[in-house]
């Protein structure tokens, strides 16, 4: 007998970590640098906010939501970090830019859940919101750190613990974190649930709106922590920062083999979804003549390939499956 499978699924379960093992390969060999311990360390620190990101939005995702407002919420994040390091207090400078973007996840969640609003217009209409805000806050300008908190503030993205970056620290805790959720308690099997069939997942007990208010707040607090460590990388506070973001976190996602209809994928893939971006990004400018731009073409390519992969799942392959006592087929 034979049992097929869908082409997409093949795809979504090895293709992603093959792209990763091909694409280090294919640098090593062209860039003798690219193995360098300090190279690596750079791609790391550079890809762990968009990390942050992608964290929050895998979740979003799975409940068959998007969140446009990302980008948006971690440059307002970085701006209210900026603008209250003069009161000297770093608790006051990291803990409030979270309370407000954790907040405006919340809203996102209040009118997706509660409202009924399409995930695309309520986060597309806070993603206008909270670029705005930053704007008026600013004037439109950059807000530096205050001299006497910026020396320790900076520890958060320049520091080091054991040799590797405290960004990639703190994104490998909440990595686990989500892990740990997504793979061994109730809440993380409630998302699969409400993404996979909204209606069954009702019918079982679960509460669908608790389920995407608690992601959509989660989305908010992830990008709210991006955008403190953004602050603390630049020294400032920039409004017009963190743009498109939301969209590097929705590739990686997808690029991992997370299904953009919700259900299926998880954080595993959405990593190296975020290392296979940040790679070529790593490579572009090692190879020196490249417009960083050219980043942005093959991203896109690569997210377009993977819906149309995930759209035509309909295409099985063929499985060979051995008969029972049969032997040395």
């Known amino acids: 007998m034979k049992q097929k499978r869908p082409v997409g699924a093949v795809l979504r379960q090895y293709g992603a970590p093959a792209a990763l093992v091909l694409l280090c390969a294919a640098a090593s060999l062209a860039f003798p640098q690219f ?32 969140d446009l407002s990302v980008g948006s919420i971690a440059a307002l994040s970085s701006v209210i970090a900026a603008t209250l390091s003069p009161k000297g207090s770093i608790a006051l400078t990291v803990f409030a830019p979270l309370v407000v973007s954790t907040a405006l996840g919340l809203i996102n969640g209040l009118v997706v859940a ?15 919101a909270a670029r705005g805000a930053a704007l008026v806050m600013t004037d439109g300008v950059s807000v530096h750190l ?32 989500g892990l740990y959720i997504s793979r061994k308690t109730k809440p993380g099997r409630y998302v699969f649930a409400v993404g996979g069939n909204e209606e069954a997942a009702r019918m079982m007990g679960i509460p669908p709106e608790r389920v995407k208010l608690a992601v959509y707040t989660a989305s ?5 922590l991006a955008g403190v460590i953004m602050a ?5 506070g920039q409004p017009v920062s963190c743009d498109g973001w939301e969209m590097d976190a929705i590739a990686a996602a997808a690029i991992g ?5 919700g259900g299926q994928g998880g954080l595993s893939g959405t990593m190296i979804g ?26 896109g390519v690569l ?23 049969a032997v040395g087929d």
Not at 36 to 59: D, E, K, P, W
Not at 151 to 177: H, N, S, T
Not at 220 to 224: N, Q, V
């Open 274 to 299: 975020i290392l296979i971006i940040g790679i070529i990004s790593n490579m572009i400018n090692l190879q020196g003549s490249l417009n960083s731009w050219w980043q942005s073409i093959i991203t």
């Open 232 to 236: 603390s990388r630049l020294g400032a």
């Open 220 to 224: 908010g607090l992830m990008a709210g």
């Open 114 to 128: 509660k409202l009924r609003i399409a995930p695309f217009i309520a986060t597309l209409g806070m993603m206008m």
């Open 257 to 261: 083999g997370t299904q953009l209809s």
């Open 146 to 177: 205050d001299n006497a908190l910026q020396k320790d503030f900076k520890l958060l993205a320049q520091g080091y613990f054991l040799g590797i970056p405290a960004p990639v620290w703190i994104l490998l805790l909440v990595f686990l974190l």
């Open 35 to 66: 193995l360098q311990y300090g190279n690596l360390t750079n791609i790391l620190r550079q890809s762990s906010m968009i990390g942050l990101i992608a964290v929050g939005m895998t979740f979003v995702i799975l409940t068959g939501g998007i």
């Open 303 to 325: 997210l377009l390939f993977v819906v149309m992969l995930q759209s035509g799942a309909h295409i099985r392959l063929p499985v060979r499956r051995r008969k029972h006592g």
